[in-house]
């Protein structure tokens, strides 16, 4: 599929849990936070880790006020939408 059919298909489920498996193989689960026309934002389900509550700051990265891991639209393979939260 092309670049702009993901690019609709992500504005469409912004906000939702999701998995996009991308073409090197790689699995990804997470919410869609942002979506560009190059890239989709996830943040990843259950929270960051290890992190004792605490993001990075600064408004990057894997803090909540980021934007979460970025995904580039040519890269995805396949997205699904989650039907429930994997804790």
Do not use: Q
Not at 17 to 34: C, K, L, M, Q
Request: a positive charge; proline letters at 5%; one cysteine or more.
């Amino acid at each position: 599929m092309s670049v702009g059919h993901y690019h609709a298909l992500c504005n469409r489920c912004m906000g939702k849990a999701v998995e996009i498996r991308t073409h090197d193989g790689r699995v990804h689960r997470g919410f869609i936070n942002r979506v560009t026309p190059n890239m989709v934002y996830l943040r990843p389900l259950g929270g960051p880790r290890n992190l004792g509550g605490f993001g990075y700051g600064f408004g990057w990265g894997w803090g909540w006020g980021g934007f979460g891991l970025g995904i580039a639209l040519g890269a995805i393979a396949g997205l699904a939408i989650l039907p429930w939260f994997f804790w």
